[in-house]
């Protein structure tokens, strides 16, 4: 095998990461910032309750997808809720995390649905029909149209991501073929 400094085919490209790779004040910062929207939506919910009569789902809405997000973030702070033992150590139980995703996207677009369905609506005549308070409704706006900014970001991240692997992967020459070694 090769030296320590040497590089050989067996070498890997990446070494082990014994340090996790993010400051743990850093981690704990995201995690503070990530909770934000849910808290901000579940507070906003309970306060408006009653304030929206153009569309009365908007507010349970709010409530429903911060609390069901905290909650999961929770669960998923709890050592071991999505991982099993068996005789090779732990493994990750897949349905832990899919049916509350499954769940949270049908939520999702039942929200989309209340909430661009009335856009616009009465934001000063509070007797009128047509009333939506207008943090409350900006605020549902404004969050759920985020996150497909975020969704077209990330989209259009990979895409070029991918343009740039296959370019350069097409002006390399020819290395060794993975096929002749085990």
Do not use: H
């Not at 033992?85 to 832990?96: D, L, S, T, V």
């Not at 996207?105 to 989309?112: E, H, P, T, Y």
């Amino acid at each position: 095998m090769a030296d320590e400094g040497e590089s050989s085919v067996y070498t890997p490209l990446l070494k082990t990461i014994d340090d996790p790779p993010v400051n743990p004040c850093l981690s704990a910062l995201g995690k503070v910032l990530t909770t934000a929207i849910p808290v901000t939506s579940l507070i906003l919910g309970i306060i408006y309750l009653d304030s929206c009569p153009k569309q009365f789902m908007i507010p349970i809405y709010l409530i429903v997808s911060g609390g069901v997000y905290i909650t999961f973030l929770g669960c998923s702070c709890i050592l071991g809720v999505c991982w099993s033992e068996n005789e090779q150590g732990y493994k990750y139980r897949w349905g832990c995390r899919s049916f509350p995703l499954l769940l949270q996207l049908a939520w999702f677009i039942a929200g989309n649905v209340w909430i661009y369905s009335i856009f616009q609506p009465e934001y000063e005549d509070a007797s009128s029909k047509n009333y939506c308070n207008k943090v409350l409704y900006l605020y549902a706006f404004w969050t759920t149209t985020l996150v497909y900014i975020l969704l077209g970001t990330m989209l259009l991240i990979g895409c070029c991501a991918a343009t740039c692997i296959i370019a350069l992967r097409s002006s390399l020459p020819d290395g060794p073929r993975n096929d002749r070694y085990p």
